[in-house]
């Protein structure tokens, strides 16, 4: 038997622990009134997989000895979990048939477990493989980057882009979401390749989205 194939027979087998109805210690409440879903899980697995969940069971188990573990996620979409439980239960993940944005809340949830590995996987995957999304959405992509310290890989993307080809964020579809010290350093940017009125026009536009009512 090859290693692919004992890969695969445990592969198999902790999704059967996953979906198995009887022998589960914790449930988890996820996402927030109206929609909230509840889903089964195994202490042990849970313990050493997310360095968030351990402290969360470690002091519940101090509290509630004995007593069925309940944690709440109210912070995440139970899509997106149900995404990264199977994730925590197979060490693998997969992205090909994922939204770009679905990506995005995928990796603000590993963060918010401390799924280090999988923060830093999912990084290189958006930079590798969704950089016109990325394009496209800069100013979403730089609010997230600099929301956490986990994001060194996105960070390092951003200021890139700004360095080298800061025209490319003035043709973003969400450019008008861009904070104002951002914009500053696009117009201060020696490699800006856009002549004075286009650079005034975009300005202008940014402006009136971010103030509608002057």
Sequence with gaps: MTDDKLSSKLTQN???????EEYYDV????????????FRAHMVILYYRSPYL?????TNKKKNDGILEHVKLPNISPEIFQIILSYIYRGKISLEECDTSDIIKILSAA???????????????LIENKTKWMEENFGLIYQTS????????????????ISKEPTKIFKSLNF????????IS???????QMNEVQIWERVIKWGLAKNPEK
């Design 14 to 20: 902790l999704l059967e622990i996953l979906n198995d």
């Design 27 to 38: 449930t988890i409440e996820v996402g927030n009134d109206p929609y909230i879903k509840i």
């Design 54 to 58: 351990k402290r969360i069971l470690s």
């Design 111 to 125: 963060c918010i477990l401390s799924l280090q590995e999988l923060v830093v996987y999912l990084q290189s995957f």
């Design 146 to 161: 600099f929301e956490n310290n986990s994001y060194l890989e996105l960070q390092k993307y951003c200021t890139d882009l």
């Design 176 to 183: 008008s979401s861009i904070p104002e010290k951002l914009l």
């Design 186 to 192: 696009i117009i201060q940017n020696d490699y800006l």
